[in-house]
């Protein structure tokens, strides 16, 4: 399959500070990309996607970005806040096909 | 309110045993999708549809059954379950295909 990986797999943070998870992935192909949150007991949930013709792409308080050099995605929190705390997953397809996940990271956020 | 239901939301079994697991989604998605999750595999799929009575298998799909008779609703059977399969399911759906996967909140599965 696939390989999609994380270079860290817990992030500590103080409250307020912005964080960065980062993602590697394998497949040159792969052209389109997800970020989610997922929290304890929870479903993931979607936060932001990317596709292989942007290398940035910003939402409310996060940013996703994509070099597709050295095929690495990163997600980008500003001010993070007690409530980001949860695992990030990236998802990773090829024409929108089946999807990849790496196996995540940890976000704790202290007050 | 719309949403992506699982059912159960736990479940204990013993091995060689037929389980199902239920999702249902009242967006009228055309697509949904089974995965599992283990830790340190991430999220792996098992099987997906693209539609009503369409479905394929994913990357995990040994041991496993699906149907999609009506577009709401996508159950997964385990037809004789292995302790192997003790895992947490999730049960996502999007409008298309270039879409992100809406999930819902999982079925974790003890196998005895």
């Known amino acids: 399959g696939e390989s999609v990986g994380l270079h860290l797999p817990t992030l500590s943070v103080q409250e307020g500070d912005n964080s960065i998870i980062n993602c590697a992935y394998s497949n040159s192909a792969s052209d389109y990309f997800i970020w989610y949150k997922q929290e304890s007991g929870k479903g993931p949930q979607f936060i932001i996607d990317?596709?292989?013709?942007?290398d940035k792409r910003q939402g409310q308080r996060v940013t996703v970005l994509l070099n597709k050099t050295v095929k690495h995605l990163s997600l980008q929190i500003a001010a993070t806040q007690p409530g980001d705390s949860a695992v990030y997953f990236c998802a990773e397809s090829r024409n929108f096909n089946k999807f990849y996940f790496g196996s995540g990271t940890k976000l704790n956020v202290k007050p | 309110d719309a949403g992506i239901t699982q059912s159960p939301r736990y479940k204990i079994t013993e091995t060689g045993r037929q389980v199902t697991l239920m999702c249902h989604q009242t967006w009228s998605h055309s697509y949904m999708f089974w995965y599992r999750q283990d830790l340190g595999h991430g999220l792996r799929l098992i099987y997906y549809s693209a539609a009503a009575d369409i479905t394929d298998k994913g990357e995990v799909p040994d041991g496993y059954v699906v149907s999609r008779s009506k577009t709401e609703n996508f159950p997964l059977t385990l037809e004789s379950a292995t302790r192997s399969q003790t895992s947490v399911y999730f049960c996502?759906?999007?409008?298309?295909?270039?879409?992100?996967?809406?999930f819902g909140d999982g079925t974790r599965l003890s196998i005895l």
């Open positions: 996502a759906s999007s409008s298309d295909r270039v879409q992100p996967q809406h």
């Open positions: 990317i596709r292989s013709n942007m």
